[in-house]
């Protein structure tokens, strides 16, 4: 006997374990699409708020800069593992995709069905379109800089034309009361919340109103510039906490 150890090739799983854990794999999978749903969908309801959530309060000022800037963190951390180690790129259309998915289960049936709004009234918005450019920036350029620039900036600016043929007709001018209103307004005023007084505004009331009619531009530039600078501080958060490290044993 010399001492030395047999490396012994490991066998690979047959017939009821390669069974086993298959289904263990696709377990995996399910939990993680939950948690991608559940956690997605809180960070999105604390920080973005009654801004994504209510129809009155999709305004032209507030709505626009802060949407873009809270969902481009999730899956700017989710790119930061799916696609250096993997070279998936999806993560950002995942992580939307699983949030759009969480947000319509809770405004139908907690919101719609549960506590009779119209289904209008809490329309949510989409960022699809956006995940899909930031995921094809990923793809193409392979770099953090070029996304975080051009990805980044793209993900805010598209972020409202994408929204209008969804949200345009709401904001069509009426006359109720011998006031002018927007349908969305009006939303407001009919279907009476616990929050009231504080969720009845006029959304067309701002503090960007010294700009004219462009306050939506400036808010979709700000946003936009805020999102280069959200993005890499989430890749990095996203890589440190998917890096594995090892304890060496003394």
């Known amino acids: 006997m010399t001492g030395k150890s047999l490396d012994i090739p490991a066998r690979p799983y047959t017939g009821e374990k390669a069974r086993l854990s298959r289904a263990y794999d696709y377990l995996i999978l399910v939990l993680a699409l939950f948690l991608f749903i559940g956690s997605f969908h809180l960070h999105v309801a604390l920080t973005v708020g009654d ?3 209510w129809q009155d309060w999709k305004d032209r000022q507030w709505w626009p800069l802060i949407t ?15 696609w250096p180690n ?8 995942l992580c939307i995709s699983c949030l759009l998915i969480g947000t319509w289960i809770t405004r139908f049936f907690a919101y719609h069905m549960w506590n009779f709004f119209p289904i209008n009234e ?13 995921d094809a920036i990923l793809m193409l350029s ?3 800089t070029v996304t975080s620039i051009f990805g980044g ?34 939303f407001g005023f009919q279907y ?3 929050g009231t007084p504080e969720y009845l505004r006029l959304i067309e009331r701002g503090t960007l109103r010294t700009y004219g009619q462009y306050a939506t531009p400036l808010s979709a530039f700000c946003s936009a510039l805020l999102c280069t600078l959200m993005y890499p501080l989430w890749w990095y958060l996203g890589k440190a906490f998917a890096t594995t490290k090892y304890v060496k044993n003394i």
């Open 142 to 144: 392979n770099s953090l």
């Open 51 to 53: 801004w994504d959530f």
């Open 68 to 82: 873009p800037l809270m969902m481009i963190t999730f899956p700017a951390a989710v790119q930061a593992v799916l």
């Open 86 to 93: 993997f070279k998936l790129p999806l993560g950002a259309t």
């Open 153 to 186: 900036m793209a993900f805010a600016l598209l972020f409202y034309p994408t929204n209008w043929p969804i949200f345009g007709m709401f904001h069509v001018p009426v006359e109720y009361g011998g006031a002018q209103l927007t349908v969305a307004d009006l």
């Open 192 to 194: 009476i919340r616990a």
């Open 122 to 134: 809490v329309l949510p918005a989409t960022m699809l379109p956006s995940a899909l450019v930031l």
